[in-house]
């Protein structure tokens, strides 16, 4: 039996290495030269950068991951605990850097406000409780019937998972102190929408970030996709780069062939990785069609990014693996990312410089810099506009850090929302997928399972949702699915 994989991101990988594992014929075809999708990296110069994610969280999930294809991560991984987890700048010009270590951290929360440590010690308790609830009963499941919601320990447990109440709410009334409740509130930056329409449940993500703490793949995330490659080849999975697929051609409920640019071939299963909206609105047939236009219109999208991938000619004392400028409101930020889709005005940023732990990534003497400034989906994009927030983004490093950039900038080059639907078929150019509001959540995302028999999608789009883990996560779900529909013929 042949499985065709469109895409090689993080879901689809992990759905080929299930599948191949269990003996399938898998192809996986990706549209660019390397695997990773989001994740992918470019190396220019001496500098290696990850395009996409760096924050590596959950790392008992992605362990997980590997233990089910009978793996050590280990073996294929050198994970380092980042110590600070990341600096936070505020906008007194005074900063506060997270220490790994939890009983330091509890310090730092009573520097921040009177009984800070012990308010964070029952915070991250009920959050923990949501984390182990979420991921036991609710994570790897493939949001397809209700009564997956209603089977007695997950209805059970559902309540007290707080979807009603918001994660703003929650962190508020414990917490008075802006800087304690916005370094609470940035992991929901993440999820796609403001803090005061997340619900409460993601404050699980607080748990993964302060207590289960901020990793780093020796090499990059690009670590990850590659083991994860070299896994799913072990298995006899093949793999097809440079490829577009350009349409399915199907008859009787059922996909025929895939017709990419250069190819096309025939199929017995196909696992959609590519974008939803893009797979959906492009490579199916209309008549095939579960959403239409409208139905993807009024989608909430977690927002898009400009990104600097800079070279600097020097060392960067004052800034640590991860930072977050903090120093304008994120309410104001975030209304010009949601409400009113715009430029922002001030906006929020982040920085990463992986050199700062890897000296390897950049030449010697030098740092490989990272910027991401979060910003509206489906706005106007041009090289002008990307410059002037670069020029923005460094006068506030350098006033905030003391020391000279722009100067010291010897490699440089920007992605925007027109890379993003470029390279990725993006819809509206998002980055990060489909925001977590609560009526985009568990089995209210676009569906897993398709109106064609034998397709399956997977990704960020669908259930569980964006990021490296849920990713991850929604590779297996689709390939258990299809398994099964394979096992009882369904096909
Ligand atoms: C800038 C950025 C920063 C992020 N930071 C973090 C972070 O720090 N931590 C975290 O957990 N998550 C982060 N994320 C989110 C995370 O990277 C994603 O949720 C995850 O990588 C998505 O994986 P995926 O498999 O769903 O999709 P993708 O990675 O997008 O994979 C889809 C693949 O399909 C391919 N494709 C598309 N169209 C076609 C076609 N027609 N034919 C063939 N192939 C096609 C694409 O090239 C791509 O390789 C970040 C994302 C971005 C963009």
């Known amino acids: 039996m042949k499985i065709d994989i469109i895409g090689a991101g993080f879901s689809s990988l992990v759905a080929s290495c299930f599948l191949s594992k269990e003996g399938f014929d898998v192809h996986v075809h990706e549209k660019h030269d390397l695997p990773g999708g989001r994740a992918r990296n470019f190396k220019d110069k001496g500098f290696t950068f990850d395009m996409g994610p760096s924050w590596y969280w959950m790392p008992e999930l992605i362990e997980k991951i590997f233990s089910d294809l009978g793996e050590r991560l280990e073996d294929h991984i050198d994970l380092v605990r980042l110590d600070p987890s990341y600096k936070v700048f505020w906008k007194d010009l ?24 012990d308010k964070l ?32 320990t997950a209805f059970k447990n559902f309540f007290k998972l707080d979807i009603f109440k918001s994660v703003e709410k929650d962190v508020s009334n414990r917490f008075d102190s802006h800087k304690a409740r916005s370094i609470l509130r940035f992991p929901v930056l993440f999820l796609g929408e403001m803090p005061n329409r997340i619900p409460s449940l993601y404050t699980l993500m607080n748990y993964a970030d302060l207590k289960l703490g901020t990793w780093y793949p020796k090499g990059g995330m690009f670590k990850l996709a590659e083991a994860l490659m070299n896994i799913a080849q072990s298995n ?13 051609n199907c008859s009787d409920g059922r996909i025929n062939e895939i017709v990419f640019d250069k190819k096309t071939v025939k199929s017995d299963y196909v696992i959609a990785g590519a974008d939803y909206n893009f797979v959906e609105q492009n490579l199916i047939p209309p008549e ?23 070279g600097i000619n020097k060392k960067l004392g004052g800034l640590q693996h991860h930072n977050l400028f903090f120093d304008e409101d994120l309410i104001e930020h975030g209304k010009q990312i949601y409400d009113n889709p715009s430029w922002p005005d001030n906006p929020l940023f982040y920085t990463c410089m992986t050199s700062k732990t890897e000296p ?7 740092e490989n810099l990272f ?70 959540t568990a089995n209210l995302k676009p569906k897993i399972s398709s109106k064609l028999k034998n397709l399956t999608f997977c990704g960020q789009l669908t259930v569980p949702g964006p990021g490296v883990p849920p990713a991850l996560i929604s590779g297996k779900i689709a390939a258990k699915l299809t398994k099964e529909k394979l096992k009882t013929n369904v096909i």
Not at 236 to 248: P, S
Not at 360 to 366: E, H, S
Not at 418 to 424: A, G, P, Q, R
């Open 288 to 310: 095939y069609r579960r959403y239409n236009t409208a139905y993807w219109d009024k989608r909430k999208m977690a927002p898009s990014s400009l990104i600097w991938f800079l």
């Open 371 to 440: 910027l991401l400034m979060p910003l509206a989906v489906g706005i106007k994009d041009n090289e002008a506009i990307r410059e002037k927030y670069l020029k923005t983004m460094l006068q506030r490093i350098e006033k905030h850090t003391g020391e000279e950039v722009k100067d010291h900038i010897i490699y440089k080059k920007s992605y925007c929302i027109n890379d993003f639907k470029k390279d990725y078929n993006s819809f509206k150019g998002n980055a990060y997928g489909l925001a977590n509001t609560l009526f985009q």
């Open 94 to 117: 005074s900063s506060t850097e997270l220490p790994a270590n939890l009983n330091e951290l509890c310090k730092t929360f009573d520097g921040l406000e009177p009984g800070g440590g």
């Open 360 to 366: 390897r990534v950049a030449p010697d003497g030098c």
């Open 121 to 152: 010690l029952k915070f991250l308790k009920d959050a923990e409780i949501k984390y182990q609830i979420g991921i036991d009963n609710f994570l790897e499941k493939p949001g397809l019937k209700i009564s997956e919601l209603l089977d007695k």
């Open 236 to 248: 006899g999975a093949k793999f097809h780069f440079n490829v577009n697929a350009q349409k399915f």
